[in-house]
């Protein structure tokens, strides 16, 4: 073999490896890259995840207070219908009376 052809396979080996070095590296980061996405979505998930458990607590918590306070207006509705019950009655027997 001529020195000049054991010199061009040298140098094209060495350029190969070079290249081979260089693909890993471009490789490497994108598997980076690529995981550093996937721990970015994962995060995201997990946060939006515990907003919407909260979001859910927050309604549960706001639903039982408006059915309390229904509970409690129409508690109040009925006392008032039957102090006006009572209040007729009264006025009522009040009318008999003078009437006798």
Same mark, same amino acid.
């Given at each position: 073999?001529?020195?000049?052809?054991?010199?061009?396979?040298?140098?094209?080996?060495?350029?190969? @490896? +070079?290249?081979? =070095?260089?693909? &890993? $590296?471009?490789? =490497? &980061?994108?598997?980076?890259?690529?995981? #550093?996405?996937? !721990?970015?979505?994962?995060?995201? &998930?997990? +946060?939006?995840? @515990? #907003?919407?458990? /909260?979001?859910? #607590?927050? *309604? #549960? %918590? =706001?639903? %039982?207070?408006?059915? *309390? !306070? /229904? $509970?409690? /207006?129409? %508690? !109040?509705?009925? %006392?008032?219908?039957?102090?006006?019950? *009572?209040? $007729?009655? $009264? *006025?009522?027997?009040?009318?008999?009376? /003078?009437?006798?």
């Amino acid at each position: 073999m001529k020195p000049m052809h054991s010199i061009i396979i040298v140098a094209f080996t060495s350029a190969l @490896l +070079g290249c081979n =070095e260089r693909k &890993q $590296a471009v490789n =490497e &980061q994108r598997d980076n890259t690529k995981e #550093a996405l996937e !721990q970015e979505r994962d995060n995201l &998930q997990s +946060g939006t995840r @515990l #907003a919407k458990e /909260q979001v859910d #607590a927050d *309604a #549960a %918590a =706001e639903k %039982a207070r408006l059915d *309390a !306070q /229904q $509970a409690a /207006q129409e %508690a !109040q509705i009925d %006392a008032d219908k039957k102090k006006a019950d *009572a209040a $007729a009655k $009264a *006025a009522k027997e009040k009318i008999d009376a /003078q009437n006798r």
